[in-house]
């Protein structure tokens, strides 16, 4: 029987092509917005799955990032679905040629982190789809909840629900919080879906841009400045939109898996 470390080193060795990972996409052109998928359908989010990798890391997607899209692959077949891995190249040329607004804003976001999240949202917001990290493991799927909610403009789902007093305790402790307290739900942003153009996604873009303008020290800083809170405040806002569906940690957990596997808290990021 091969041994973990030998299994390890052969499914490393094998291209992006043999895990059936989708398009990597190595040229922004119009054509990347993958408006065939989901053809024939004139209502409900495009069967459009976007992922970043090497916004600030030239290697190759790592092995167990493959993997993982290779299992949203299998779930989601390209008959039906298109997946796309965006890169620093594609993401910046899509950014310049459809969201030429943003780029100032994108080019001055002090870390690589906080562009991956003003990234999602504009994809998201330009293209439609849905968005999820390159650590997220695909369980179930989002076939069946998307057609289960085929007049969503939005699906969202809650990342971890705090009790009133951790969330009070937040606000006193993070000093960007001006000691405001979290909302006891706090929303993903590692997944999120939309159809193209819905205005939640142009509220979270546009208090990302008034967050921006805050000094970022900490990790936290992040979270509060572009990352979960961000989406969390404009969602937890709007929660009485018709079109808003925001599924709970048990059902999402049944979807798909975060494995916060990813790099973003290095000194790079």
């Known amino acids: 029987m091969m041994s973990l470390r030998a299994r390890a080193a052969q499914l490393r060795s094998l291209p992006d092509f043999a895990w059936g990972i989708g398009r990597v996409a190595s040229a922004y052109t119009p054509a990347i917005a993958p408006e065939g998928a989901g053809a024939g359908e004139t209502r409900g989010i495009p069967r459009v799955i976007h992922t970043v990798f090497g916004l600030w890391e030239s290697r190759r997607i790592p092995w167990h990032g493959r ?22 190249v594609t993401a910046e040329a899509f950014i310049q040629r459809e969201s030429p607004e943003h780029w100032a804003l994108y080019q001055a976001l002090p870390r690589n982190v906080q562009r991956a999240d003003l990234l999602r949202y504009l994809l998201l917001y330009r293209l439609g789809g849905f968005y999820v990290d390159l650590d997220v493991r695909c369980g179930a799927g989002i076939d069946r909840v998307r057609r289960e909610h085929a007049g969503a403009g939005v699906l969202a789902c809650v990342e971890t629900t705090l009790t009133p007093q951790q969330a009070r305790r937040i606000g006193s402790q993070e000093p960007i919080r001006n000691g405001r307290a979290e909302y006891t739900e706090r929303i ?34 992040v979270l509060y400045t572009t990352g979960p ?18 599924l709970d940690e048990s059902e999402a957990g049944r979807l798909f898996q975060h494995l916060t596997f990813g790099s973003w808290r290095s000194a790079s990021a």
């Not at 077949?77 to 890169?87: A, F, H, S």
């Not at 809170?229 to 925001?246: G, H, K, M, P």
Request: aromatic share 8%; with cysteine; charged share 20%.
């Open 67 to 88: 993997l993982i899209l290779g299992g949203w692959r299998r779930r989601h077949p390209p008959r039906e679905w298109t997946i796309v891995c965006w890169n620093r």
């Open 229 to 246: 809170d961000v989406v969390t405040e404009v969602i937890q806002r709007a929660r009485e939109t018709s079109d808003l569906v925001v």
């Open 188 to 221: 993903a942003n590692f997944f999120l879906g939309a159809v193209a153009g819905h205005p939640l996604l142009g509220a979270i873009i546009a208090l990302l841009a008034q967050r921006s303008a805050l000094d970022v020290h900490t990790d936290y800083d």
